[in-house]
């Protein structure tokens, strides 16, 4: 079965800090896909990036970057000079082909606040 | 239509009572979800359609939820008999095909508050 372990729920920073928000996954499958999302208060969750199990290159978007380690089974997601605008809650999730489509796990979420 | 749309945006409804909360997905989105978010939680699958047929409704709590895509485009989850525990958030995702690797986009989801 599949599971997504997010084990900060809350993190409070001052603008400008890094912040890391840790993800660990559990999957039997081989082939599998993680995603992070950002849900801010109006609710809809939006894409951050996506990654294949077989891809573990490290990505940096602007101020966000994630590092992926197979060995650890874990997706982590760093944002570098935090903004007041990042506040929201980040979902990791994991997604597999099951059956012919897609079956999607979500972690419970990190609540990033971010203080001026 | 541009994005994932869903209506209405909050429902009240007194225990006992029948909900129907509709999702518009993307034109041409093959792939539609249905997900329950509690307060302070992840979004927990509850059902998946494709085109018209529900391919996947093992997340459906009880037999009191009930789904449907009759056309392959909107979608319907209706609730019966409302508990206070069917209060949550419930979000629509749809995308192309449902497959593994692709990204779910989502409406502002529905929050159904029942008292």
């Known amino acids: 079965a599949q599971k997504v372990t997010q084990a900060q729920t809350e993190i409070s920073v001052v603008e400008k800090e890094d912040v890391t928000l840790d993800c660990v996954y559990e999957t039997r499958d081989t082939t599998y896909y993680l995603f992070w999302y950002k849900q801010p208060p109006s609710g809809e969750l939006v894409f951050l990036i996506r990654?294949?199990?077989?891809?573990?290159q490290n990505e940096i978007s602007g101020r966000y970057s994630w590092n992926f380690q197979k060995s650890t089974s874990s997706f982590n997601f760093t944002i570098t000079a935090s903004q007041v605008v990042d506040s929201a809650v980040y979902f990791c999730?994991?997604?597999?082909?099951?059956?012919?489509?897609?079956?999607?796990?979500f972690g419970i979420g990190t609540k990033l606040q971010v203080i001026p | 239509g541009a994005g994932v749309s869903q209506s209405p945006r909050y429902k009240v409804a007194k225990r006992g009572q029948d909900v129907a909360l509709r999702c518009d997905p993307i034109s041409g989105h093959v792939s539609l979800f249905w997900y329950q978010q509690a307060l302070g939680q992840g979004p927990e699958f509850l059902t998946y359609f494709q085109n018209e047929a529900q391919l996947d409704k093992s997340g459906l709590p009880s037999d009191r939820f009930f789904a449907e895509r009759p056309e392959g485009s909107v979608s319907t989850l209706k609730i019966q008999r409302t508990q206070q525990e069917d209060s949550a958030v419930y979000l629509c995702?749809?995308?192309?095909?449902?497959?593994?690797?692709?990204?779910?986009?989502f409406g502002s989801g529905t929050q159904l508050s029942v008292l």
């Open positions: 995702a749809s995308n192309r095909e449902g497959r593994g690797n692709e990204k779910l986009f």
């Open positions: 999730a994991l997604s597999e082909a099951q059956g012919g489509y897609q079956k999607v796990t």
């Open positions: 990654r294949n199990s077989f891809d573990e």
